[in-house]
């Protein structure tokens, strides 16, 4: 490892004074890119993340100046890669960077993966917000490119996303446009009963129990065999408890099902919001949770 950092500081070195220097034969770009991308590599096999982003940067300039716009973003890729590790800040800088000269170069696969690991970096961070813009930014470019399984993904990110930050009403239509366009692909509609799971527990966090009513029956139309599912008649015992104002049977509905289908921790976190309002409701306000 020691070995690898004092190459790579070496050959930083070169490239730096290459850069610096007066040249009449060659082109001085090419042959700093040369060494720093020798350097990087070196960064990394040392495990010294920072200096491998800071060192990719500098090789991005020279594809830069070399008007080498595919390696520019190739660099800048490199960059947010070794970032990672350390920065993810800096890594989502450096990706948008990648995104815009894939773009550029109408390379929309290329972009569309990067606004990806963009959206999950952010994720990470906590920052949903912007997470999920880039999740909707990278099923905007999949679906143009006829990824329309990797399209679907990012838009279920994205709702799943909506209904962390309770925004419920975006999160359904979310879940209700994917399972609607899956029914119709003999790949993807047998998760339709999932997606309209998932849309249902967010119509039961807006505290109106007519619209889940009304939604149930909806789904059913949308999906004729939905009826007979474990998933629909869970959403129907949800949807009487939570008319009756009963957290009692609400939570007893949630145990059994639970006991037959483990829940994750997302629908576990929505059936949370879920039962307070209807505890809120039962005991005339207050919550119980």
């Known amino acids: 490892m020691g070995d690898n950092a004092a190459k790579a500081n070496e050959q930083l070195k070169k490239a730096e004074k290459k850069l610096t220097s007066w040249q009449f034969f060659g082109n001085k770009y090419e042959e700093a890119a040369e060494l720093l991308e020798k ?31 595919h390696d520019q973003a190739s660099a800048l890729t490199d960059a947010a890669n070794a970032f990672k590790k350390t920065h993810p800040k800096r890594a989502v800088e450096c990706l948008q960077r990648s995104v815009d000269a894939f773009v550029e170069l109408g390379r929309l696969s290329l972009a569309a993966k990067h606004n990806k690991d963009m959206a999950e970096l952010l994720e990470a961070e906590g ?14 470019l999949y679906d143009g490119e006829e990824q329309t399984s990797t399209a679907n993904s990012c838009k279920l990110k994205v709702a799943a996303l909506a209904a962390h930050v309770e925004q419920y009403v975006k999160a359904v239509e979310i879940f209700e446009a994917v399972a609607l366009a899956s029914l119709s692909n003999n790949l993807l509609k047998y998760s339709v009963k999932s997606y309209l799971l998932n849309a249902g527990l967010c119509q039961l966090c807006r505290n109106d129990a007519v619209a889940l009513s009304n939604a149930l029956e909806r789904y059913q139309e949308m999906d004729p065999s939905f ?15 939570t008319e009756d104002g009963d957290a009692t049977a609400f939570t007893n509905v949630v145990a059994e099902f639970d006991s037959m289908s483990k829940l994750d921790a997302w629908k576990t976190r929505v059936l949370l919001t879920a039962k307070r309002l209807v505890a809120a409701r039962e005991n005339g306000g207050e919550d119980l949770c």
């Open 127 to 140: 920052d949903a917000e912007r997470a999920m813009q880039h999740f909707e930014r990278a099923a905007e």
């Open 39 to 69: 350097a990087a590599t070196n960064f990394k096999l040392a495990k010294l993340w920072d200096e491998a982003g800071g060192t990719f940067l500098k090789l991005a300039e020279c594809h830069e100046a070399l008007e080498a716009k």
């Open 227 to 241: 009826g007979e599912t474990r998933e629909c008649k869970f959403l129907q015992e949800l949807a009487a408890a």
